[in-house]
């Protein structure tokens, strides 16, 4: 299994600019998680979807920072108009029935 | 009462010896403790977990010790290793969700 796959590993954008950031779950597990990592904060869950269905995005920050989970095997974070203060690491995660979450390797956003 | 408080911010521990890494909560409707460590680049992965109904969980060199009615769970690890020094966070889950703690950067000198 090659685990929770997240693209881009790395990404800058200019304040303003559009940002998604992708993930793919393991096969088969039905939750996925959205987390964002700061030094300040640390890891903040932003939203979790349970069989493609958005649960709760209570830890979206705002308006500007929607996810999707079209299919069981896809899922995007995106971020429009992006701001220098969403600069962050962005990790997505999945589990099967809520226990231990495989985490995927993240993606460094930043902002200028 | 969703917050999980973890301590010490940082530990430094010699070879050989044996770090520990405590967490308390208040949410009685946790029902899974896990325990992640993450090294630098890379994404937190689960290290080792506890449900409790148990007090103490190991393996290999990693101990979680389970306090219920206090509610407070702890990390050990023994013979600690230069390899392990990571950022350890702790756990707590509710409804799917986990509420992680806020890490732990443990070094291990040589």
């Known amino acids: 299994d090659a685990g929770v796959i997240q693209s881009p590993r790395h990404e800058v954008t200019e304040m303003g600019q559009e940002v998604t950031l992708r993930c793919k779950p393991i096969s088969g597990h039905n939750s996925l998680f959205w987390y964002r990592q700061t030094m300040m904060r640390g890891l903040e869950l932003l939203i979790y979807f349970n069989n493609n269905v958005p649960i709760d995005d209570s830890g979206m920050p705002e308006d500007r920072f929607s996810a999707k989970m079209p299919n069981a095997s896809f899922s995007t974070l995106k971020i429009q108009p992006s701001e220098p203060r969403d600069s962050a690491v962005y990790f997505c995660?999945?589990?099967?029935?809520?226990?231990?979450?495989?985490f995927g390797s993240g993606t460094r956003l930043t902002v200028v | 009462q969703q917050q999980v408080k973890q301590s010490p911010q940082s530990l430094i521990v010699q070879k050989g010896g044996i770090s520990i890494i405590n967490c308390a909560y208040e949410?009685?409707?946790?029902?899974?403790f896990p325990w992640y460590q993450q090294f630098p680049g890379k994404g937190p992965a689960l290290l080792i977990a506890i449900r409790p109904d148990v007090s103490e969980k190991k393996e290999g060199r990693f101990t979680i010790s389970f306090n219920k009615s206090a509610k407070q769970f702890s990390l050990h690890i023994m013979d600690s290793q230069p390899g392990d020094s990571a950022t350890y966070f702790c756990a707590a889950r509710s409804a799917r969700q986990l509420t992680f703690g806020s890490g732990t950067q443990l070094t291990v000198l040589p």
């Open positions: 949410n009685t409707a946790f029902d899974y």
């Open positions: 995660a999945s589990s099967l029935a809520g226990d231990g979450h495989t």
